[in-house]
């Protein structure tokens, strides 16, 4: 019996957790089609491949974010940490 009870409250937490990442990865997508829409020198810049760059970070952040609000787990909360630190760990140029 105790270890259903700490499963359900462990599932809550991470239901929690992956409910306001998900929330926030997609907001950060939203935050990214704004600066496509209002910055026309991102697609000036070679040849608007800055930009096709951000599209495609968009789309894996709204991928994530839907796997995180549909399917909450410590797997999917995981692959949204590890692309968090990935897509923060290049240095400043």
């Not at 409910?19 to 209002?38: C, N, S, T």
């Not at 096709?52 to 709204?62: C, R």
């Amino acid at each position: 019996m105790k270890w259903l009870i700490a499963s359900l409250v462990l599932n809550h937490r991470t239901s929690k957790a992956s409910k306001i990442v998900g929330a926030l990865l997609a907001l950060i997508g939203l935050l990214g089609i704004g600066i496509l829409g209002m910055d026309q020198i991102l697609w000036q810049s070679m040849s608007g491949t800055h930009a096709y760059g951000l599209v495609a970070f968009m789309t894996i952040d709204f991928i994530i974010a839907v796997l995180l609000l549909t399917r909450p787990s410590k797997m999917a909360f995981t692959i949204a940490a590890a692309w968090g630190y990935s897509s923060n760990s290049y240095p400043d140029c």
